[in-house]
């Protein structure tokens, strides 16, 4: 009988032991949840310059086709404007023509 009340444990033995494992399981969960919750921080930081660093770059990119359009339309405006002013000297030159016609010789052929 003796070596029954040795390797039998009681009830509050058996309690007591629950008791431990269900506080070290919190134990665990809770260091394991700090671990993951300084995880989820460190991600939202990165993820948040990332996100501030894409903004910048987007900006950056904005501005530079802004310049662009800008300069095309430029190069654009010149271009319409030259062709404008080359229209009107063609027709000053005719013009020229005619009244050179009408003013010098024409050269005979001998």
Do not use: C, N, W
């Not at 501030?52 to 900006?59: H, I, N």
């Not at 800008?70 to 023509?97: C, N, P, W």
Request: charged fraction near 35%; glycine fraction near 2%.
């Amino acid at each position: 009988m003796a070596d029954e009340m040795t390797t039998k444990p009681t009830i509050e033995t058996v309690l007591e032991r629950i008791s431990e494992f269900d506080k070290r399981s919190e134990s665990r969960s809770d260091r394991f949840e700090t671990r993951f919750d300084q995880l989820e921080t460190r991600f939202e930081a990165r993820f948040d310059q990332l996100e501030t660093r894409f903004d910048q770059l987007e900006a950056e990119i904005t501005a530079r086709f802004e310049q662009v359009y800008t300069e095309i339309d430029r190069v654009a405006s010149v271009a319409h404007t030259t062709k404008g002013e080359m229209l009107g000297l063609r027709v000053e030159f005719r013009e020229l023509r005619t009244q050179l016609k009408d003013v010098l010789p024409i050269p005979q052929a001998s």
